[in-house]
């Protein structure tokens, strides 16, 4: 038996098949077409799934999850994230549910791309047994999720966690999701590059200007990638500061590509989380990567199409099935 997963962000569309045990045994990958069309972005899901489904371990899918960047809908099975303007309202839980591949019988169950994250963080990752963690994804947006209570806490709609849209600017610049001083302003990949390139860094010759250009340019001393950075690490920690000061946090695990860049990110975010997080209870929580890495976005999907990060069962009462 497998569990088969899909993973939509901005930059990437992943798909995997995960064992019970979570272990990534087939993956499949393709760029997302972000500017595209809507169909164009369904083709690139559809493509994902295509290869998937020649795989031996796909006549024995169990389920289906999605993690999908947000915000989603989890009854409605729709999705409109921020960073991929053709999909608003879009239904894909009802696309890929009448994809040809996919078997008859098999119900896709949609989660956002970082609420899938903090159940692979909590089912085998760095959040394993906490009570009450804080899960961030770090990419081309800022997502997160949340463990209360040793449980994964969705919310209504499955977006409950969201992080990168707290303001941590009230005159910030206005976010694509229409707010200002959002999180995600300052901290996604796309932020860190644009404000170096703002600061006059300029990538290495040939290269992208891109979060890990930048994060190397850190490495080797250059002021105005550690201020990007600097930056970046101030947002997350007053956004943390702010989740900690709410729900109690007992731990906080930052994955997604941005945190690739290791102790560039971490030392800054560590750094200013002591000046904002200074009442008795928000104090010196542990801030550490992914256990997971790039692979949590997927094995968390495949624990969602197993049964537990369902808001609405949790609203019935009824119980889940995945060891999260």
Known sequence: MVYGALDIGGTKIAGALVDGEGRVVAAARRPTPARESAEAMMAAVASVVDELATRPEWASLSCLGIGSAGPVDTHA????????PAW?????????????????GVEPVLVGDAVAMAAAE???????????????????????????GGSLHAGTTGNAGHIGHITVDQNGPVCPCGARGCVERYASGTAIAAHALESGWTPPDGLPATAREVA???????????????????????AVAA??????????????GVSQAGEVLFAPLRHHLKSYAVLDFTRDVPVVPAGLALDAGLIGAAAAGVGAPRPSRARAGAGGRTPV
Do not use: Q, Y
């Not at 000061?245 to 930052?254: P, R, S």
């Open 88 to 104: 608003r309202g879009f239904p894909l839980v009802e696309r890929v549910r009448n994809h040809p591949a996919v078997p008859d």
């Open 243 to 256: 989740t900690a000061a709410l729900v109690e946090l007992d731990l906080v695990v930052v994955g997604g």
């Open 216 to 238: 190397v340019s850190a490495r080797a001393g250059d002021a105005r990638a550690l201020a990007a950075f600097d930056r970046a690490g101030r947002a997350l920690a007053a």
């Open 77 to 84: 099975g729709t999705v409109s994230p921020v960073n991929i």
């Open 122 to 148: 909590h089912w085998i990752g760095a959040a394993k047994g906490a009570a009450n963690a804080l899960c961030m994804v770090v990419s081309t947006g800022v997502g997160g999720g949340l463990i209360l």
